[in-house]
């Protein structure tokens, strides 16, 4: 009997420690959870505090907060409508300021047109569509101020295209029945759409008697240049012009031009030249003051006097587009040569690809240097591309041998003063 007790209170025991044991592990790990989390943050929080409205999908708005939000937006329309009507708002000011601007822009545009090309007014024309064209009914309605929506009149030929043409306006210094002196012409080309959105050289294409002409460059005011050098006929000429907007509206013009193919080319002025090789000790190969011809180019005018003076001229591209001199070629032309010692430091230094390649005749790219070539300054700065450079009256011109992309003359190596 005692027995069995002893037994039955053992086995209570045993099951008493086991629940102390269980309680014990589960406090444990509630102080570590609490430890690694913290307390619940919600717990506490002022219910008169500020809350945030949530909004988005399984959300949505009360009925008063609805209503308010709507109240708001209401306000707010008005508030933005009245200070565009504004006369004294900000942002009226900053519009009519725009509008403004763009008008004085276009204007001074035009004034440009009609003093360019010798004291000859440019060609302005709209819509002179030679087919094509599903506005043409309405070309030839009068010439059109860029941009403007007038004609000469001031009677609106194409205000945002609702009931007019809709044709892009091009405006070229070329003018029908011109004469050109010499088997040389530059001309300037600008299109416009009816959205008054200026059009780039992609959207336009030249033929010279139905020959694809590429533009030598356009200006920041919209104005793309054409160098025709050596490309003209004797007597009459046709140049068309085709412009086409991002609509596809397009307008074409034709201007016939009259050239005396040996006549003489109007002169711009004089201009002073050198062909200059310091960086490999051979000082100035060659220099003159030369004239230099209305509208002429750095490349046409290189070509021309290089030649003239003997020089055999390998170069890519042409005159007119993309004119680069790779080599120059002359008897003794690189007799004496030796590479200026604070150049060879420097090309030391950045350890430059070599070529070890030169001819004592000849002079061009990759000569001693894989990065060694011909390249030139107008007045002091090192432009890209001579087609593109037109030179004026008394420009200076420098063409320079270098051998390495020109850093011992742009001012890159500062010890250099070549």
């Known amino acids: 009997m005692i027995k069995e007790r002893l037994k039955k209170n053992r086995i209570s025991i045993m099951v008493l420690a086991a629940v102390i044991v269980a309680f014990a592990a589960l406090s444990a790990i509630v102080a570590a959870w609490d430890e690694d989390v913290g307390d619940n943050p919600i717990v506490g929080v002022n219910e008169a505090r500020s809350q945030l409205l949530m909004s988005g999908q399984g959300y949505s708005l009360n009925d008063k907060q609805e209503e308010e939000y709507q109240e708001k937006q209401e306000k707010l329309k008005e508030h933005i409508k009245e200070e565009l009507t504004d006369e004294t708002s900000a942002k009226s000011r900053i519009e009519r300021s725009v509008a403004q601007a763009k008008e004085n822009a276009l204007s001074q545009d035009q004034d440009e ?31 059109q101020l860029p941009g403007t929506g007038e004609n000469e009149g001031g009677e609106p030929t194409n205000p945002g295209g609702d009931e ?5 306006t091009i405006i070229t210094s070329l003018t029908d029945g011109q004469q050109v002196s010499g088997n040389a012409l530059t001309f300037t080309v600008k299109a416009v759409s009816y959205k008054n959105v200026m059009l780039d050289s992609f959207d336009v294409q030249v033929y010279l008697n139905g020959q694809r002409m590429y533009s030598s460059g356009t200006d920041g005011r919209g104005f793309i240049s054409y160098r025709a050098d050596g490309l003209l006929n004797n007597g009459s000429n046709e140049i068309s012009i085709t412009a086409t907007d991002e609509e596809g509206h397009t307008s074409t ?47 046409s005018f290189v070509d021309r006097v290089l030649r003239n003076a003997g020089f055999s001229i390998e170069h890519s591209g042409t005159t007119s587009y993309g004119y680069y001199l790779k080599r120059l070629s002359k008897p003794g032309l690189t007799s ?5 010692p604070i150049v060879k430091k420097h090309l030391d230094e950045i350890n430059a690809p070599e070529t070890l390649n030169i001819m004592n005749n000849s002079l061009g790219e990759h000569d001693l240097y894989d990065p060694s070539g011909w390249v030139y300054s107008v007045n002091g700065s090192w432009p890209d591309g001579m087609s593109a450079i037109t ?5 200076e011109l420098r063409i320079v041998f270098t051998l390495y992309y020109g850093y011992e003359y742009d001012g890159t190596w500062d010890d250099c003063n070549l």
């Open 164 to 168: 007019t043409s809709k044709n892009p």
């Open 336 to 340: 004496g040569w030796k590479i200026n």
């Open 113 to 143: 047109f009609s003093s360019q090309n010798n004291g000859s007014s440019e060609g302005i024309e709209s819509g002179e569509d030679v087919g094509n064209n599903e506005d043409a009914e309405n070309n030839g309605e009068g010439d």
């Open 391 to 395: 030179l004026g009256d008394g420009d």
């Open 253 to 299: 013009i034709i201007k016939q031009i009259e050239v005396d193919i040996n006549g003489n080319r109007p002169i711009e002025g004089t201009i002073s030249f050198s062909l200059e090789a310091p960086s490999l000790g051979l000082g100035t190969l060659y220099s003159v003051n030369a004239e230099i011809y209305q509208g002429e180019s750095t490349a």
